[in-house]
């Protein structure tokens, strides 16, 4: 199956809100409630931000939230602050215990 | 507090095995869980490679499961990836890290690997 698409990058000032997509097809994002998303820093461990599409495990501030719709997830980040500025990529669950990832989505802190 | 940490050559030959090793520290494999290995090439996205269940069940990528193995050592607490005849398309950071139902939740830091002579 083919990679979920994302947008390579996106940005906002401090404060802001920002929302970016991941789009998969009927066999994977459409079909499964289990869509995550995950943080990166570079040269740092890649951190769960979202699980089962809108789930945040303990820890992760409200100001991040996830949402679906059809094929298509998004994780929107409100309040933007300097340290949000990472990669973030997300993965869906495509069923027989297989996976399919995001190349990403470089948000930038203005 | 799970800990996962990646070991292996940083370097290996074209046509030969990529093996790497992953130590979990803080939680017992035995206690259950699926665990994985995720890799992303240079300039590209993550791709799943597999995953293996502390009884030794497996389920590949199917892109690569014609020359991928991953094996669990519970009394050593490591589960370890092999891919056979790599090129330079196997070139990439690989990842292991576990996976609680259907999301990655510990990942270990990365390990680069390069092919090349």
């Known amino acids: 199956q083919s990679a979920l698409t994302q947008p390579p990058s996106a940005s906002g000032s401090p404060g802001q809100s920002v929302t970016f997509s991941c789009t998969g097809t009927s066999s994977d994002v459409g079909k499964y409630d289990y869509v995550s998303w995950y943080q990166h820093h570079p040269g740092k461990v890649p951190k769960l931000m979202i699980y089962e599409v809108n789930k945040r495990p303990s820890g992760v501030p409200d100001r991040f939230s996830g949402s679906k719709s059809g094929n298509t997830a998004s994780l929107t980040v409100s309040g933007l602050q300097p340290e949000d500025e990472a990669d973030y990529f997300c993965?869906?669950?495509?069923?027989?215990?297989?996976?399919?990832f995001g190349a990403g989505t470089k948000v930038t802190v203005l | 507090q799970v800990q996962l940490q990646e070991s292996g050559p940083g370097l290996v030959k074209p046509s030969e095995t990529l093996s790497l090793t992953c130590s979990v520290s803080g939680f017992s494999i035995t206690s259950g869980y699926y665990w994985g290995w995720i890799r992303q090439p240079p300039g590209k996205g993550l791709e799943y490679i597999g995953i293996i269940y502390q009884s030794g069940n497996t389920y590949y990528s199917p892109s690569l499961e014609s020359r991928v193995s991953i094996s669990v050592d519970t009394f050593k607490n490591q589960f370890s990836l092999k891919v056979n005849s790599v090129t330079a398309a196997d070139t990439a950071v690989y990842y292991c890290?576990?996976?609680?139902?259907?999301?990655?939740?510990?990942w270990g830091p990365g390990t680069p690997v390069t092919v090349s002579s």
């Open positions: 993965c869906a669950y495509a069923g027989v215990n297989n996976y399919v």
């Open positions: 890290a576990r996976v609680h139902v259907a999301e990655w939740d510990y």
